[in-house]
Nanobody
Framework: QVQLVESGGGLVQAGGSLRLSCAAS????????MGWFRQAPGKERDFVAA????????QYADSVKGRFTISRDNAKNTVYLQMNSLKPEDTAVYYC????????????????WGQGTQVTVSS
């Protein structure tokens, strides 16, 4: 099993950048697809990005394409989300998640979740 802990959230002005990290415990981190989701107040949890275990395959939500980049360092058991050109509508709690094989936007297919980190973008 893998346990996930996010960090790197905070308050940033529109147009700014943040890098989120998700540290995983467990020896099998490199076997998992890793994803990022976000949930704004009063809204459903939305897919942001995902990356295959090898890093060769990635997916992004249309709303973040060209602005966000997912990456992973299997040697450090960590997945990252670099967020540039942030907008107020990016404000949400961001969660990382792990899937044994599924790479995609369906949150139900991810079976390990972190506690989340708050990202607030001011206008």
């Amino acid at each position: 099993q893998v346990q996930l802990v996010e960090s790197g959230g905070g308050l940033v002005q529109a147009g700014g950048s943040l890098r989120l990290s998700c540290a995983a415990s467990g020896r099998t981190f490199s076997n998992y697809v890793m994803g990022w989701f976000r949930q704004a107040p009063g809204k459903e949890r939305d897919f942001v990005a995902a990356m295959s275990w090898s890093g060769h395959s990635t997916q992004y939500a249309d709303s973040v394409k060209g602005r966000f980049t997912i990456s992973r360092d299997n040697a450090k058991n960590t997945v990252y989300l670099q967020m540039n050109s942030l907008k107020p509508e990016d404000t949400a709690v961001y969660y990382c998640a792990a899937s044994s094989s599924y790479i995609g936007s369906d949150s139900h297919m991810y079976n390990r979740w972190g506690q989340g980190t708050q990202v607030t973008v001011s206008s």
